[in-house]
């Protein structure tokens, strides 16, 4: 298990309240990106709240003080090659555990549960969705990547969905290519877009792509309607 490295007062989260009492209760659960923070990630989490306007959005705080930069990291990043599953295994369990508290907290179920997770967020919720799989209904990983392979035999409980910019130099589009191979042989339901040039960054039409798979999940029927893997040309709103 990894120990708590949190400072006394530290947040685990940042919540966001529903934006609508009416609409359906979800949770919104995010994972941001290596050396960013909470708070850098809230435009995102708010415009997929616009989308889901019942549902309470966390944004869980990163692990450990990012070497690069002022926020934090989710795992040492040096190293790859050496200890990096490890790594991610170790997140990915105290991301597990925050989402028990969060699920007690609101009353709301892993079947009621979204991940969405970008860059080694994205990784750790690709580890939650393996190691924890009642922790999320629905897993959305933009520019990830599986931390270790798939094992012959093992079974993937959550949807899938892998999203990635075409144009990302810092986690290469063939991260997610072979991540959906994986998963899709092993049986999980699995999507993969190839956002035509999007960077590593989530603008406007990566959410938009992102809760577009996420509503074509929670109203079945789309397996007969949508490509479990395609390219998109998009454009980033300003």
């Known amino acids: 298990m990894q120990a708590d490295r949190r400072q006394p007062g530290e947040q685990l989260w940042l919540e966001l309240p529903p934006m609508s009492e009416s609409a359906p209760r ?3 659960v995010f994972l ?32 450990r003080p990012s070497s690069a930069s002022a926020g934090k990291d ?16 170790e997140a990915a369990e105290e991301v597990a555990r925050r989402l028990d508290a969060l699920q007690a907290a609101t009353g709301l179920a892993g079947s009621e ?12 919720a690709l580890e939650l969705a393996r190691r924890a799989p009642g922790s999320a209904a629905i897993v959305v990983a933009y520019a ?30 063939a991260h997610s290519e072979r991540s959906y191979r994986h998963l899709r042989a092993a049986g999980t339901d699995v999507s993969l877009d190839i956002a035509l040039d999007e960077t590593h960054a989530i603008g406007q039409a ?33």
Do not use: M
């Not at 960013?36 to 019942?54: C, D, M, R, Y």
């Open 26 to 28: 979800r949770l919104l």
């Open 32 to 63: 941001h990106g290596a050396g960013s923070s909470p708070e850098a990630f809230v435009p995102i989490a708010l415009a997929w709240q616009l989308k889901f306007p019942g549902a309470t959005a966390a944004v869980v705080e990163a692990l």
């Open 206 to 238: 990566l959410v938009n792509l992102g809760t577009t798979r996420v509503l074509q999940t929670l109203f079945r029927g789309r397996s007969r309607k949508r490509l479990p893997f395609s390219y998109l040309r998009s454009e980033t709103l300003q």
């Open 74 to 89: 989710w795992y040492d990043p040096a190293g790859a090659s050496c200890g990096h599953a490890e790594r991610v295994v």
């Open 144 to 173: 990830g990547r599986l931390a270790r392979p798939v094992r012959q035999g093992e079974t993937v409980a959550p949807t899938i969905h892998l999203i990635h910019g075409e144009l990302d130099s810092v986690v290469p589009t």
């Open 113 to 124: 549960t979204v991940v969405v997770g970008f860059s080694q967020g994205a990784t750790v």
